[in-house]
């Protein structure tokens, strides 16, 4: 299992940006697609998640109606668009793979998760 992330950049409160995370190596359309972030000192937090099996999304309560995930499987990928940044979202952000059947609340937890990208980093700064 392969995970690409990229996308990430330096942005000014307000601004935008969309990454994305190219995967290989499973099924992509059958697995969980989810994207987390990490800022210095804290632990790595859920973002947003969207399952393969029923196609449901889910967001932290700190990006919904900022953030928007979306998949492509025929190009196996998954991307975040985010909008209206503001300098806390500010993080190593990473894509990670894992079972559509995860319950909702394994879903938003790190150790749900088998395989992770990379990291790309997103600074919110004026």
């Known amino acids: 299992v392969q995970l690409q992330a990229c996308g990430g950049g330096r942005v000014h409160p307000g601004g935008s940006l969309r990454l994305s995370c190219a995967a290989s190596?499973?099924?992509?359309?059958?697995?969980?697609m989810s994207w987390f972030r990490q800022a210095p000192g804290l632990e790595r937090e859920f973002v947003a998640a969207?399952?393969?099996?029923?196609?449901?999304?889910y967001y932290a309560n700190s990006v919904k109606g900022r953030f928007t995930i979306s998949r492509d499987d025929a190009k196996n990928t998954v991307y975040l668009q985010m909008n209206s940044l503001k300098p806390e979202d500010t993080a190593l952000y990473y894509c990670?793979?894992?079972?559509?059947?995860?319950?909702?609340?394994?879903?938003?937890?790190?150790?749900?998760?088998?395989?992770w990208g990379q990291g790309t980093l997103v600074t919110v700064s004026s």
């Open positions: 990670a793979v894992g079972s559509s059947r995860m319950i909702a609340s394994t879903l938003r937890t790190a150790g749900g998760y088998d395989y």
């Open positions: 190596g499973f099924t992509f359309e059958d697995y969980a």
């Open positions: 969207f399952r393969g099996i029923n196609r449901n999304t």
